[in-house]
């Protein structure tokens, strides 16, 4: 059996779709081919470098949320959290994915577990990343229709749920399975390459499972994340051009550009990192793609992947630019000077002394 197009085509860091035809081994979609060995060694640094920026800036995220009281009562800030957390498993397992496109997996010659969890934790992350960017942005479209109602709605306990069963959900359905078919192959002993891939007899069933499961764990959401956010900037421009006119509290409209602000980014992050994904995941399943020249479609792939390490270390700073609190308590952190507590008891008592001072300087001015 001719091996060469399967480990080509599937040594990447999608393999649900490399091919739509019965004989997969004459589809191949990416070489390692295309790089020089300084060019592997360059584009591994970055993606190092920006792996350790992800577990950095995620794990620091988490940290900052979870140590403020104030914070971590926060429903849209629980799913944040969660949302931080698979981020940071992905960037922590860039490097593997990273070496399977620089170098390839047909040289593996490390343990079969990891393999496995490389798959599954990619796989894993890449899902719940889109279904909760879709929670985030039906959440804020909810608040933009009904601000009193969804504190009523949307509370810290239902925030957790939702998140457990997102990562309960994409885990049964698909990450799972992940784990499952991949494997070392051809596991002999003085075999001179080994690849990370499925073995031939699985990857038949696996593709049939792939073909199912990711139209509607990737496909789907997407499109609700893309509908969302059209259907966000016609209600704000709406409210704010076409209804009746009002006049909200300076506060109300700095909270509401605030809002806004947030998800637009996490939304334009997400943008970023998976439009290129989405894109090659379709064209890879057409024939036509085929025709394109290899190293063009090999450098595509890899400038998708780039983007999608890239979109990993923008969401956290992302999340510190859409919310005050969020900032002054991530500074509050490194600061060497104490400052009052975000949300805090000091806070309280600073306004208790303002209203005194006030009270204070109304009867002087009596008097």
């Not at 599937?10 to 300084?38: A, G, R």
């Not at 709605?153 to 885990?171: D, K």
């Amino acid at each position: 059996m001719n091996t060469t197009g399967t480990y080509e085509s599937v040594n990447t860091f999608e393999s649900s779709l490399e091919s739509n035809t019965k004989d997969s081994d004459t589809f191949i979609w990416y070489s390692t081919q295309i790089f020089t060995p300084t060019q592997r060694i360059i584009f591994f640094s970055v993606f190092l470098i920006l792996g350790l920026f992800g577990v950095f800036a995620n794990g620091l995220t988490i940290f900052v949320i979870m140590k403020n009281k104030e914070l971590k009562k926060s429903p849209f800030n629980i799913l944040l959290v969660s949302l931080c957390i698979s981020d940071f498993l992905s960037a922590s397992n860039s490097s593997i994915q990273s070496y399977s496109l620089l170098w390839s997996l047909r040289a593996y010659t490390g343990p079969e577990f990891f393999c496995k969890l490389s798959h599954s934790v990619r796989v894993w992350t890449e899902y719940v990343t889109v279904q909760h960017i879709l929670i985030f942005s039906i959440v804020r479209l909810y608040a933009m229709k009904c601000p009193m109602r969804v504190k009523r709605v949307f509370t810290p306990s239902m925030a957790t749920i939702t998140a457990a069963v997102i990562w309960l959900e994409v885990f049964l359905t698909a990450a799972i399975f992940r784990y499952k078919f991949p494997t070392v192959y051809p596991v002999q002993p003085d075999a001179e390459y080994s690849g990370c891939i499925a073995v031939p007899l699985e990857w038949k069933e696996a593709l049939k499972l792939h073909k199912f499961t990711v139209p509607f764990m990737f496909f789907l959401p997407m499109s609700g994340i893309i509908g969302c956010a059209v259907y966000l900037a016609v209600t704000i421009y709406r409210m704010r051009h076409c209804d009746i006119p009002r006049t909200p509290s300076p506060d109300r409209i700095r909270n509401e550009n605030k809002a806004i602000l947030q998800v637009s980014l996490i939304v334009l992050s997400f943008i970023l990192g998976y439009l290129g994904n989405a894109v090659n995941r379709v064209l890879v399943s057409l024939p036509i793609y085929y025709t394109i020249p290899l190293v063009s479609r090999s450098w595509f792939t890899f400038t998708c992947y780039l983007l999608l390490r890239l979109s990993e270390c923008l969401n956290p700073v992302f999340y510190s630019l859409g919310s005050d609190t969020l900032m002054k308590a991530t500074k509050q952190l490194f600061s060497k000077k104490k400052l009052a507590p975000v949300g805090g008891r000091n806070k309280k008592l600073q306004s208790s002394y303002n209203i005194s001072g006030a009270v204070s300087r109304a009867r002087k001015s009596a008097t």
